[in-house]
């Protein structure tokens, strides 16, 4: 079966990446299950799929204009299967207090969690003090921004990952911390040719 996703001619950075998934939560997609398909390039995550090129074709137009980025475009992929999923990462935010930082996890995200896992109880947020920030910032590894992230959602990192994954936005809307599942990680993904891209698909029609 021939589907429609929005990406860039050689994949996506991570701040680019973000931007797609959340224009995704504003124009009404579920991002926590929705049909999907992997981005071609080496990181392999996850675009929503639209079964029609029009509507695929009017975001990727409204997205051309959020980021003032052209090179984003409309690409047909053969998808066999019937995939879906989380195709965007569950956020955490923080905020500067006056003896440190407060962590977060986003409402939208808040109520992902609590949908998937009924009964979750969610704290409110995290305090960290400015000495543990710097910390945490100089350290490369991840098993800090796990443990927020663990907190923060009462879920474990097979719990998370099955969500669609975590990051952490810092300030400027800086990404601190991300870890998001790929095909590559889903071991029931078929090997398949996920990237067979269509020149004919190329949305440039900016109405």
Do not use: H
Not at 64 to 89: K, L, Q, S
Not at 119 to 140: E, F, H
Not at 160 to 183: H, K, N, Y
């Amino acid at each position: 079966m021939l589907v429609y996703s929005v990406t860039k001619p050689f994949g996506t950075k991570d701040n680019e990446f973000e931007a797609y998934t959340r224009l995704l939560e504003e124009v009404g997609i579920d991002v926590s299950n929705s049909p999907r398909v992997p981005e071609p390039g080496p990181d392999r995550r996850w675009l929503y799929a639209w079964r029609k090129e029009t509507e695929a074709g009017y975001f990727v137009a409204d997205l051309r204009r959020r980021t003032r980025d052209r090179d984003w475009a409309v690409y047909a992929f053969e998808n066999p299967g019937d995939e879906r999923g989380p195709v965007a990462a569950l956020e955490i935010a923080s905020v500067p207090e006056q003896d440190g930082y407060t962590y977060y996890l986003m409402p939208a995200s808040r109520e992902r969690v609590v949908s998937a896992f009924p009964g979750t109880k969610l704290p409110g947020g995290l305090d960290v003090a400015v000495d543990v920030q710097r910390d945490y910032l100089r350290d490369p590894g991840e098993q800090r921004w796990l443990k927020i992230s663990q907190f923060l959602t009462a879920r474990t990192v097979k719990e998370l990952d099955s969500l669609g994954g975590i990051r952490i936005i810092g300030g400027g809307d800086s990404i601190v911390f991300q870890r998001i599942p790929t095909a590559t990680d889903n071991s029931e993904t078929p090997d398949r040719a996920f990237c067979r891209m269509s020149p004919g698909a190329v949305t440039n029609n900016d109405k």
